[in-house]
């Protein structure tokens, strides 16, 4: 199975941010459908279905080390020519130690998590060959979204070229509740 943990939104966030995106969604980038958007922790790859189990149980006591998160979606970026997201602010450093640890969670179980260093954000587009994104982050560099509180992540799996024009289809497979304690910092 091809697997990753996630922040999912909540729908009033998916909603606003698709309402600011549509206006500009064209036939040059390949839009990433507002039923795929998340905040991606650890990508895991391929996982044997005998470890899912133990990921799930290693990802519940990794969830409740945490408090719940305040975030929110604003501004934008690129990375390198090929893909034009939408960044984070809010509870950052809380959600950087939530993504090690989700990460540290499939090494444990052998899978192999990504490593490089996490930037928290959604993917709204990718550009078919290297491109210069700059005018597409112009349009979103001031959009800000609502605040919302994370008290979840998710295990997610990816189906590959199952979903609408052969795009991943996304399963949650299971969400793993943080603490409850508050953050303290805030998002605004």
């Known amino acids: 199975m091809r697997l990753f943990a996630a922040i999912l939104l909540p729908p009033d966030v998916v909603a606003h941010l698709d309402a600011a995106v549509a206006p500009h969604r064209d036939n040059v980038l390949r839009w990433t459908s507002a039923e795929s958007w998340h905040l991606t922790l650890a990508f895991y790859g391929e996982v044997d279905q005998t470890r899912v189990a133990d990921l799930k149980s290693r990802l519940t006591r990794a969830a409740k080390r945490y408090p719940t998160l305040n975030l929110t979606l604003t501004g934008s970026g690129r990375f390198t020519g090929r893909a034009l997201w939408i960044g984070c602010e809010g509870d950052i450093a809380p959600l950087r130690e939530l993504a090690r640890s ?69 399963q949650t497979l299971s969400t793993h509740q943080l603490s409850g304690a508050v953050s303290t910092t805030q998002a605004d």
């Open 102 to 170: 989700a990460a540290a969670a499939g090494r444990r179980v052998g899978a192999a998590a990504d490593e490089s260093r996490f930037k928290a954000h959604l993917t709204l587009a990718r550009a078919p060959k290297p491109m210069d994104l700059r005018p597409y982050v112009a349009t979103f560099a001031t959009y800000r979204g609502p605040r919302w509180s994370v008290d979840a992540l998710a295990l997610v799996r990816s189906h590959l070229g199952a979903g609408e024009n052969r795009r991943a289809r996304y």
